[in-house]
């Protein structure tokens, strides 16, 4: 049974930075699409990015965040990483890791959150002006 389980969220300052990280067990083979997604209370929950446990390149949900959000991942450790830097108020939100049992490679499109079969229970980031 895939597991998946976020660590690493805090209270920050505006500039600071926080890594999220996304240790994932139960994983039958490696080609598994996963994801970081973020959601502030009463809002629908948005993409960041995504990214293949094989490696392949990241799939960006917003274009915005490029520069200062980086997705990776430790194949080896089965970990997800999401580096967030130059923090504002408004990346305030709580942060999910997703997974998917498709190759993120052979994707055409972002897959929304309803594709995404496994869910880890989120870690809060707040950032304070």
């Known amino acids: 049974q895939v597991q998946l389980e976020e660590s690493g969220g805090g209270s920050v300052q505006a500039g600071g930075s926080l890594r999220l990280s996304c240790a994932a067990s139960g994983f039958a083979h490696s080609n598994y699409c996963m994801a970081w997604f973020r959601q502030v209370s009463g809002k629908k929950r948005e993409g960041v990015a995504a990214i293949g446990l094989d490696g392949s390149p990241t799939l960006w949900y917003d274009d915005s965040v490029k520069g200062r959000l980086s997705i990776s991942r430790d194949r080896d450790e089965n970990t997800l990483y999401l580096q967030l830097n130059s923090l504002k108020p408004e990346d305030t939100a709580t942060y999910y890791c997703?997974?998917?049992?498709?190759?993120?490679?052979?994707?055409?499109?972002?897959?929304?959150?309803?594709?995404?079969?496994?869910w880890g229970q989120g870690t809060q980031v707040t950032v304070s002006s």
């Open positions: 997703a997974a998917a049992g498709v190759e993120c490679r052979l994707l055409l499109r972002v897959l929304g959150p309803d594709e995404y079969t496994y």
